[in-house]
């Protein structure tokens, strides 16, 4: 038995099932690509010059989890100047 409250105590098998078992309060849209990429898109978001690209997409990863996953793939391939041989 776990105490909790010394007016309540909870079987560690109940404690468990609060913990695990239990549904998420709201759950969330599914996305597909297209419908991400059109919500960004109608949305009124816009990035200036000197905006840092790579903290807007942190930013905004609940908003556009896909999109978001996409530019960090694109940012982390290195830049370079050397010609292919």
């Known amino acids: 038995l776990i105490m909790?409250?010394?007016s309540k105590l909870i079987t560690s098998n109940y404690l468990l099932t609060r913990c695990f078992d239990q549904l998420p309060l709201i759950p969330k849209p599914v996305l597909t690509p297209t419908s991400e990429l059109d919500?960004?898109?109608?949305?009124?978001?816009q990035l200036r010059e000197n905006d840092d690209v790579q903290l807007f997409w942190k930013e905004n990863?609940?908003?556009?989890p896909i999109l978001s996953s996409m530019v960090r793939d694109l940012f982390a391939i290195p830049a370079s100047n050397t010609t292919v041989e």
Request: proline residues 0%; negative net charge; without cysteine.
């Open 4 to 6: 909790i409250d010394k």
């Open 61 to 64: 990863t609940e908003l556009f």
């Open 39 to 45: 919500n960004y898109v109608s949305s009124d978001i």
